[in-house]
């Protein structure tokens, strides 16, 4: 990971309107300190992404994010006015697995982790599993270990054969799952503290390295995303019913922000 300076500008791309971009700037209020950084929203899930990166290399233009996310909306477009490519010194982008999508497909998730490695090249893909409201999924450590929820629904291969069929498709949807199964604050971002921060990012990037390591502890190193999607598939989607290790993007940003010594001194700051 490159040093990151103040003075180096950020570009933030995020799945949605609302919730992402709050949980980021309540990181730099509580740990991460304020960047100069534009925090913009490509509002659609991470296939449509896939479809127009694949059409711009069909056509054999190089495909350019801040051009992109100007043609998306109005408002992309006012706030990226006065900017290019060459603006920004790292491009983050925060999405979610969404497996359950009418586009979605683990071939795309690995060839848009595969794209987008390298936050000061076409930027660097986080994922979240499933979705963003992940990293309020949370009571305890001991219970958090091993929490997983079902990811494919009716994308599941094994859906003409499961016993099961009829309770998985009527299942809550995950949002009402996360708000339910986790600590009452947890749903009110503006709650989120420096110790409440500090205790999730301890929980989720132990979680991540209990995902790829098999040992629930805060990790020695950061894991490449394309990694813990690996293990992911490994251990949980791969199966005959099809699920995903609860496990946020944001904490796992903060860790690649710190490195894993630098985030150990400011958990325990």
């Known amino acids: 990971m490159p040093s990151m300076s103040n003075n180096e500008l950020h570009l933030f791309v995020f799945e949605g309107a609302r919730a992402e971009s709050k949980y980021v700037e309540k990181l730099e209020q509580n740990l991460l300190g304020k960047r100069i950084s534009v925090k913009c929203v490509y509002d659609a ?3 449509q992404l896939y479809k127009q990166l694949r059409a711009e290399k069909a056509k054999e233009f190089a ?3 801040v051009n992109l996310l100007k043609e998306r909306s109005k408002e992309n477009a006012e ?6 490519r060459d603006s920004f010194a790292y491009i983050y982008l925060f999405f979610d697995y ?3 999508s009418t586009m979605a497909d683990d071939d795309k998730i690995r060839e848009m982790l595969e794209y987008f490695d390298n936050e000061t090249e076409n930027g660097l893909l986080y994922i979240s599993y499933p979705m963003v409201e992940a ?3 949370f009571k305890d450590m001991e219970s958090f270990k091993e929490l997983t929820v079902k990811c494919k629904r009716s994308n599941c291969p094994y859906k003409e ?3 099961n069929v009829d309770a998985c498709m009527n299942e809550p949807h995950y949002k009402t799952v996360s708000a339910e199964e986790c600590r009452p604050q947890l749903t009110n971002i503006n709650q989120y503290t420096k110790g409440v921060w500090q205790e999730l990012i301890r ?3 132990s979680k991540m390295n209990y995902l790829v390591h098999d ?3 805060l990790p020695n190193q950061i894991e490449d995303q394309s990694i813990i999607f690996e293990k992911q598939q490994e251990k949980h989607i791969n199966h005959r019913c099809p699920e995903v290790a609860v496990l946020s993007a944001f904490p796992i940003y903060v860790l690649d922000y710190y490195g894993a010594e630098g985030l150990k001194k400011k958990l325990n700051a």
Do not use: G, K, Q, S
């Open 79 to 84: 706030l990226l006015r006065d900017y290019t």
């Open 98 to 100: 969404d497996a359950h």
């Open 45 to 47: 899930e991470i296939y």
């Open 135 to 137: 990293i309020r999924h």
């Open 161 to 163: 054969d499961c016993e």
């Open 203 to 205: 929980a989720h990037i």
């Open 63 to 65: 495909f350019d994010m």
């Open 215 to 217: 040992v629930f502890d």
